[in-house]
Nanobody
Framework: QVPLVESGGGLVQAGGSLRLSCAAS????????VGWFRQAPGKEREFVAA????????YYADSVKGRFTISGDNAKNTVYLQMDSLKPEDTAVYYC??????????????????WGQGTQVTVSS
């Protein structure tokens, strides 16, 4: 388990943007693939986006493709999720995740080794 600290959530109108940050206390993101998940009230936690540094590959859920961008700064041990063209259905608690592999994208909770504490994103219509 690696301590992860998230920030950047908040309230935004539909069509707006937010950027989430996830900082690790130690070198982590260059050793493992990372991802973002979200969980809306009454729903299961779902995959949003993932990245791996071995080939700078990224992978997105269909629901956010073209609107969200995952990126990272290894020097700062920080991963970002830029969210544009937000929709009310994007409202959820967003969680940063560190995977269990350098190669496999953490696209399911079973592939996650560490979680952030979560940050609330609310999109009003």
């Amino acid at each position: 388990q690696v301590p992860l600290v998230e920030s950047g959530g908040g309230l935004v109108q539909a069509g707006g943007s937010l950027r989430l940050s996830c900082a690790a206390s130690e070198r982590t993101f260059s050793d493992y693939a990372v991802g973002w998940f979200r969980q809306a009230p009454g729903k299961e936690r779902e995959f949003v986006a993932a990245a791996r540094w071995i080939d700078t590959g990224t992978y997105y859920a269909d629901s956010v493709k073209g609107r969200f961008t995952i990126s990272g700064d290894n020097a700062k041990n920080t991963v970002y999720l830029q969210m544009d063209s937000l929709k009310p259905e994007d409202t959820a608690v967003y969680y940063c995740a560190v995977g269990t592999s350098k190669i496999l994208f953490p696209v399911s909770t079973s592939r996650v080794g560490s979680w952030g504490q979560g940050t609330q994103v609310t999109v009003s219509s």
